[in-house]
Each structure stands twice: as structure tokens, then as C-alpha cells.
């Protein structure tokens, strides 16, 4: 195929953004892989050159390895939640019930609130003897129910999980209801003269039609997962016994708490390989189909 | 229709969403109830009575519309050419835009700061805009690419036939068929700039320069050890406060993501 | 694209190129409130004038301690750093010890030879770093105190537990009435280092210090004794359910100071919002309670067997140092000196542990006489302090966190974390 002076000029399209790409990213990461040869407390005038040493210990960190999973388990768990019940809140919201406007805004309004107030909230729904979710259960007589969320290791990444899928639902719920009004009503039209419920509907039309926003909001979740921070770090901090652990809380940790800068910058080298690889792989599952 | 018409799905329709209704209400209630704890609405009043409050809504609000406009024009612009144009190594282009979603915060930070040292931009609204932009533009550039590649190039063939360049088309039939995705792309800048407290707390060296996510930091009481307390009553209060704005912005903008706009002029 | 330019071309105007006049001196911290400005916390910071004090100009800014220690690294690494800068011993001082003056010279020209002398030996011991003192105490604090609430033990006719089985007894008689015993912030790490530390100085005074130099090891068996004791603790019925997804502040501070739970662990810099009239009232404003409490302190109870109860231990709470590239010095030495030196009557009013010797508490503000005469108690303790507060290895900082937590929760046997600090205190480069 000819190079024309016409695909030149469409590239003058993407150059500015292509500019801060480059100048706010890839001139850190070239940054932090440099560091990452180091060992180097981020503040000192003295760096050692230890080649590939960081590397080593990366793959050999236990709670580095703990954090990846508690990660990849956040991901699915609160990925497949919030598009799930994003889809839901959508297509209900086609019906001719009342108050949509209503509706639009409770679901929505989490997203609006700071992570920072949805952290402060839920530590304190949480609490074991103050919170409100055990004194709700308390009131409805279900004594046996309450818990320390945040303070037992194997409940407290679970909580925390619902914390954001109650805030970022809304965020597929807005980008399904815009997808939904792309599709032609006409194919509703053809499906249910042909029989279908709404069951087969969803199913066979809307399901398919979707896929874009379904790649786009995998895409979006699993980089998000990757980033999660300050949830986690404004509540349980990675505890207990880093049961909440994220790559991305142990970056902060190590980097700022620990003055070993060197391998916080590894860690979030390895955070962008990893989103590298992930993204590239449902990049390519989508163009297969 | 989706959703037939009928008396029986309405009613469970509306039952199943009143229930996530009131789920999704829990906390919010827990928010406000927070926010009168202790002195009750004078803690609205203490908020709105710091020195700081006018000029740090200030600063958010330029700094949200800037950041708005320039992600909205660059990431369309960018998108339009990936989904309707032929540039060169297009598919690279967009999967290496799409690597700046992928570099956590933290290792920004050291880099872009000596940068910016550099290029003596601390003492402007830049040293917010311009990294806030940088980090929608990815996501904005996917959205909207996802939108277009559903656009069907009917329309625009059409367009060309008649002799529009490029440009005059993305001017004359892109933009008015992306209203309501242009909304969300809208929404979700201004969300992302006006939450914003990280880049703030990184790049912004003049006190007064602030935006508003930091007016909270003055309800963080005598900190002693080494946790932040906040002073949960104003503290709250003062994150109600600034959740309005955006919530506004919504209310305002959420009926142009309607159906009827677009499934209009496909039509023609 | 015009409109692009346009946009451009404005926020370039919005640039200014204004410098800051370098003739006020500027500090940054975490914890400014102690300096008597503005009652809550000011995030564009104040300026303080010292009019009186040869006239220093100071222009504090206010950070939240997390954020306080990123802007601290990139203001270092950028050699922008503020004149002076607020610091804690330990690993933090260390690591920023290559920047900061020595100013043994200043103190010296300012108060002559004998200069140490005017300060609490502990405090100036932990602001040298390789023989340089590359910071000077602003206060002291005293950890590893037992705080309770006379009130509610009169209520159930207790008295404060002296020894473990008291503790436990005395703890779970308050949880069969509904109450909690003691409560801890299990989440925050600096208080359980706190509490391991008491329980580690009680049983065997010293260990752990020589553990952290190198010269024992952790797996010493009075520091597994610790960990074993700190373990039951989170079972025994002395802390309260789920105190690991509890912080000290606020949780536990609330929970305590608005009379629900009657006991806590705590130090010398939580005097003022306990002891003081004006810092109960604040207290009792943001926790919305009334009621007029007995609050009381006493030592750990006696785990050894020597029928004494635990010591307290006390390191700088907050140490100023001065930037070694600093062009404004001596201005910047004159604002330090009022700093360290004029304003301690400040903070003996706000029930701090002063740095200097000789400064006793002002209890002109204290809330009552049973208030007083807990204090009175409690610089007695803090004169027969013994040990610090922070450790100086960040590994070992980590090693041992994770350690608390993991025996916490069931991980971990005590001498499996114990080894496993051991470890970790053995990559250190001494």
C-alpha cells in the first residue's frame, strides 16, 4: 500500500496527544527502569549500580507475590460485578418505570464522591463495635452476623471489594446506558415478532452489539485494578498481615515509608508490564472475533 | 421496545431497582450522618467559613474546565483519526496511547517534577492541567474510538462523495452524532480534575494555587503519632461540599445521553 | 485548532514568574500545630512573626503526614527544600542526614560550650547521626503508658490491673457488662511497635535495643516471651474484638476519651487533648460527648514478676533540622532557636515533654485535680524513662510489623516471627 501525503496528514491528528503520552509517560518509565539498575534510597546523592539485583528480589518477594494475587482476585471479582450489575441497572432502566432521573443519580453518585470519602465511610460502616453495618444487623436481631470486617484477613479484601463496586458501578452503568441508546429499537422489534423474551434479547442482541463497551470496560477494569490505592491505603493500609496488599500500596510503601526508591520503582515497572501484557492479550481476543 | 410495556415487568422492574436504590443509598446516608457528627450543621458552617474555601473552588473550577476542553479536542481529534482516517502505524499509535492508562501514579512523580523544576512551571495552573490531561486522554481516546468504530462509515462516504475533506466532516456529522458519548468523555474529565488531590499535593507549590480536594487537610487535627486524624464532623461536611459540583454537572448534562438523538440521524 | 491556541496562549498567561523573596524563613511539618498557630490545621500555611525574637519572619506550611514525606523527598531531590524541615528520629533522620547542617557550631556560638547540657540527653542522642547533630528536639515523647478511665472502673468497682492476670481479669469482667477493656489501634504499626517495645523493656529491660544493634538476637527468649504475651492479647479477652481493623487515631483515641472503653495505651503527647480544658473541649466537639471523665495513667502492668509496673521509653517527637543548602542560615538559626528553645513555656502549657531540661509541665490549664495529680504521676514516670521509641533500620521496622501482625491473626507462631525478624535484622548493612 502507497504512503499518500493523506495518511501523513492523518497522522497530525493523534500528534498532540501522542506529545503527552510520551513527555507524562513513556519519560518516566524510561525514569524508573533506569532506577531500577540501582539501589538508591530516592533521596541520597549516591546511588549504587547493582544490575539486575532488584529484579531478583522482585520475583522472589513473597509479599510481592501475595499482592499480585490479592490483586488479580480484586479484578475479576469487582470487574465482572460492576459490569454485570452496570448492564442491569441499564436495561431496567428502558422499562417504563417512574423516577429514571432518580435512579440516574443514586447510581451514579458514588462515582462523583473522592475515593478518599468512600474510604473514610467504609471504615466507619466497618467498624466492629461502632460501625454502622453491625449495628444494622444488631437492630434486625442478626447478633451472630456481625464482624470485624476490615480487621479479619480473610474478610477484609472482600469488604473493601464491595466499597468499589458500590462506587464505580456507576461508571459502567453510564457507558451501557450510552451504548444502549446506539441500538436500533428495530431489532427489538424483529426479536420479539420472532418470539424472544427478554432473556434471548439480551442475550442474542444486546450481549453481541455491546462488545465494544464490554472490551472497553475490561480494559479500563484491569488497569484500574492495577492502580487501586487509595482505597486500600485509607483504610486497611495492606493489612491485616497484608491481606489487602497491592502491588501499588507496596510501591508507596517501600518507595516513601522505606527509602528504598530503587525497588519501588522495579515493582512499578513490573505493575506496567504486567498491564502491558494483559491489555495486549484482550486487545488481541477482540480483533480475533 | 426492550422492555415490554406491560403492567407486571414495570412493577418488578421498578421493585428490583428500588432495592439498589436503597443499597446504593446506605452509605451516602452514612456520609451525611458523619458530616453533623458532634457540632452538627456548624460544621457545614466551619467549612464554609475558611480563609481558603473561594479560592480554591476557584482553582478547581479553571483548572476543571481547561483540563475539560483541552482532553475533549485532543482525545476527539486523536480517536477520529484511529477509527475514520488512515494514518500510518495506527494500530501502534493506539496501543501506545493506551500504555499511559497503565503507569501508576508514584513513578510519575520524581520525573515529571524535575520537569516541570525545569520549565519554571510551578507557579502556574499548568503543573495541574497539563498532567491531569496526559492521564484522561487515554481513556478519553478509547471511548471515543470505541463510539465512532460504531459510527457506520455510510454516513461519511456519503460526505465524501460530496467533496468534505476530513476535518469538515468530523466538524459537520461526527460531532453532532456524539453528543451523548461526548457527555460521558465530559463528565468523566471533570471528575477525574475535580477529584483530583494527588497531582495537586505533587505539583503544586503555591499554597493558593490549592484546589479544593486539599481545603479537607484543615480539618486534620493535631496530628499526633503519625496517623492524620480528621476531625470527622467539617471533614465530612467539607467532602459533602464538594461533591455538589460535580453531581451538578451531571444532573444537567445526563438528559443528552438520551435515546432519540442518535438513533435519529441514523436514519438520514 | 484555533481554539486550541487559544487556550494555550491563556493558561500561558496565567504563568507568573514570581519568585519567593528569600528573606523569610520557611519550614515544613507534619505536626505545626505545636508552634500555637491557628487552631486548626492551615494547609497554605501561616506565617508566625516573631517580633519579639529579633524579629524572625516564619512561613510554616502545614502537610498530612503521608504527604508531608513525599513533598519532603521531591522539595530534597530537587534542592528546593524548605530552611527548615520537621523530621522523626530513627530511619527518617538517617536517611535525610547527608542534607542537613550540623549545628553543633550554632549551638555552640549560641549557648557556649556546655550547650548540651540544656537539653535532655535522650533527646540529642537520636538527633546525631554519625556524629553530626543534624537536628534538634522539638519535644519529647514518652510511649508505653497504660491510660484509663477511673470513672468507668469506679462504675464496676475495678482498680487498674498492676499485673497480666489483673489485666486479663480486669478486662474481661468490663466485656461481660458490655464494655470494652482496652482498646488498641492494632492497625496503625507505630502503636503496636509502642506496645511490643513496653512488653519487651518490661520483661527484659534492653534486649530489644541490643537486638537492633546486632548484638543479641531477636529470637532472645524474652522478646519470643513478648511476641507469645502481645499473641494472647488478641485472644485472653484483653483487646477488643477486631482491634486490627482498628486505628489509634481515631478510633481508639475516641473510643477511650468519650468514656467506651476504659483502657488504651498511649504516651505523653496525647496529654493536651485529655488534660487540658482546651483540648478536652475539642475533644468533646468532635466526638460529641459531655461527660466529665477520670482519666489516669499509669505504667504497663508488672509482667516480669518484680511487682513494678512498665517504664516508659521516649524519643524526640518531633526533631527540626536545617537544610544544609539553605542560603538563608543565620535567619534560619534564629527562627530554630526561638522554635526550640523561647516557645517550650508553649508547649509545657500544652503538656508536651519538653526537650530541654529544666522545664516543667504548665498545668495552669489542667482540667482537674485528679487531672493533676496524673500528671504529676507521669513526669515522674517519664523522669525514670528508659529506652526510645524508633528504630533506626527500616528492614527491621518492616520485619517486625509483619511479625505483630501475622502472630495477630494466627499466621505465625511467636518464635517463627521472631526468626523471622532475625532475618531481616541480618541483611542490615551496620
Redesign the interface.
Known sequence: MSISKSNLRDILYILPSFIFITVFFFYPIGYIFGISFYEWNGISQNRTFVGLENYKDFFTDKIALKSLKNQFLWGVITIFSQMFLGLGMAILLRSEVRFKILYKVIFFFPNVIAVAVVAYVFNKIYDNNFGELNLLLETIKLNFLTHPWLGDPNTALYALMIANIWQWTGFSFLLYHASLTQVNQELYESARIDGANLFHIVKSIILPLLKPTHIALLILGVIGTLKTFDIIYLTTRGGPARSTEFLSTYVFQKGILEFKASYASTIALMIVIIALILTIMQVKGYEKK | ?????NKK??II??I??TI??LI?????F??FK?SF???GIENYYKVISL??VYKFFFNSIIVSI?TV??VY???L??A???SK?????KKS?F?????????????????????F?QL??F????AM???I???V???A???FK??L??VPNELLEAAQIDGAG?FMILRKIILPLSI??S??VV??TF?MTW?D?FTA??FV?D??M?PV?????????????????????P??AC?VI??IP??LL??FL?KY???G???GS?KN | MKNIFKIILISLSFISFANVAKSEVTYSCWNCMMLGIDGEGNPEGARVDYNNNGGVSLSVTNYPYGDYLQALQLNMISGTSDDLMAFQVGAMINEYAEYLEDLTPYCEKEWGANWKDKFLAVGIEQTTVDGRLVALPQVMSAAGALWYNQTIFDKYNLSVPTNWEEWISVSNTLRENGEIGFMHGAKDSWVNYDLFIGIANELDPGVIYEAEAGTASWTHESLVKAMTLWGEMFTNGIMQDGALGNSQYPDTHQAFTSGKAAMMTMGTWNNFSTFTNEGLKGSKDSYGFSEDFKYGITGLPDMNGDGKHGRLFASPDVSIGMSASSNNKEEAWKALKVIIEDLQSTYAKDLWVPALNGVPFDMSDATSDFAKAALEYELGMVENAYGKREFVYAEIKTALGDALQSVAVGDMSPLQAMEMVEEASQSVKR
Request: glycine share 4%.
Open positions: 421496545m426492550l422492555i415490554s410495556k415487568t414495570t422492574s421498578q428490583i431497582l439498589l436504590a446504593f443509598l446506605f452509605p451516602v452514612v456520609m458523619i457528627q458532634g457540632r480563609d481558603y481547561f476542553a483541552l479536542f485532543l482525545s481529534l486523536a477520529y483519526s484511529l482516517l488512515k494514518p500510518i502505524g499509535f496501543n501506545l496511547i493506551l500504555v499511559g492508562l497503565m503507569v501508576p501514579n508514584v513513578a510519575l512523580v520524581v520525573p515529571i517534577f524535575l520537569l523544576l519554571d512551571l507557579k502556574s495552573y499548568l492541567i497539563l498532567p490531561t496526559a492521564g486522554i487515554p481513556f481516546v478509547l471511548v470505541n463510539y468504530d460504531n476530513p451523548s458519548i457527555v460521558v463528565i468523566w471528575l477529584n488531590y499535593l505533587a507549590r499554597k493558593e490549592l480536594t486539599h481545603l479537607p487537610n484543615y480539618f486534620l487535627m493535631n496530628t499526633m503519632g503519625q496517623g492524620n486524624m480528621p476531625d470527622y464532623g471533614f465530612f467532602l464538594i461533591s460535580v453531581m451531571y444532573l445526563q445521553i438520551e435515546d438523538i442518535t438513533s441514523i
